[in-house]
């Protein structure tokens, strides 16, 4: 298992629960959630330097390059629609959709692994 998706899952895991834990107290987005989500996204944009550099590097996608690089995209965008929804509406509802992008992100990170290591898909 790849350290960067290690430390993914926890990133993704703590966001959420961050944000599941404040939309149940009725709080509308604030500092906490929405950095919480930040994270997420500073870490994909540290997980995507460190797929580039791992390419050049010569470790090979084993599966689709295509595929991998595609969620990878999708998933940079994933975390700044929910910030930008939290920014537009304040009701509490919008740390549900912050703690909705972080589980994207990690299913899409489990995919992006299995991907990277040739294993096929469902």
């Given at each position: 298992m790849d350290p960067f998706f290690?430390?993914?899952?926890?990133?993704?895991?703590v966001a959420a629960l961050l944000c599941i834990?404040?939309?149940?107290?009725r709080q509308p987005p604030?500092?906490?959630?929405?950095l919480s989500t930040a994270a997420v996204e500073l870490f994909l944009l540290?997980?995507?330097?460190?797929?580039?550099i791992r390419q050049l590097t010569g470790e090979p996608v084993l599966g689709e390059a295509w595929e991998f690089w595609g969620y990878l995209l999708t998933a940079l965008l994933v975390p700044v629609g929910a910030f930008w929804w939290s920014i537009l509406?304040?009701?509490?509802?919008?740390?549900?959709?912050?703690?909705?992008?972080?589980?994207?992100?990690?299913?899409?990170?489990?995919?992006?692994e299995q991907i990277w290591d040739g294993v096929a898909g469902l």
């Amino acid at each position: 298992m790849d350290p960067f998706f290690l430390v993914g899952v926890i990133v993704c895991a703590v966001a959420a629960l961050l944000c599941i834990g404040a939309g149940l107290l009725r709080q509308p987005p604030n500092d906490i959630t929405i950095l919480s989500t930040a994270a997420v996204e500073l870490f994909l944009l540290a997980y995507t330097v460190g797929a580039v550099i791992r390419q050049l590097t010569g470790e090979p996608v084993l599966g689709e390059a295509w595929e991998f690089w595609g969620y990878l995209l999708t998933a940079l965008l994933v975390p700044v629609g929910a910030f930008w929804w939290s920014i537009l509406e304040k009701t509490r509802w919008s740390n549900f959709v912050l703690a909705a992008s972080a589980l994207t992100v990690f299913v899409m990170l489990f995919r992006m692994e299995q991907i990277w290591d040739g294993v096929a898909g469902l």
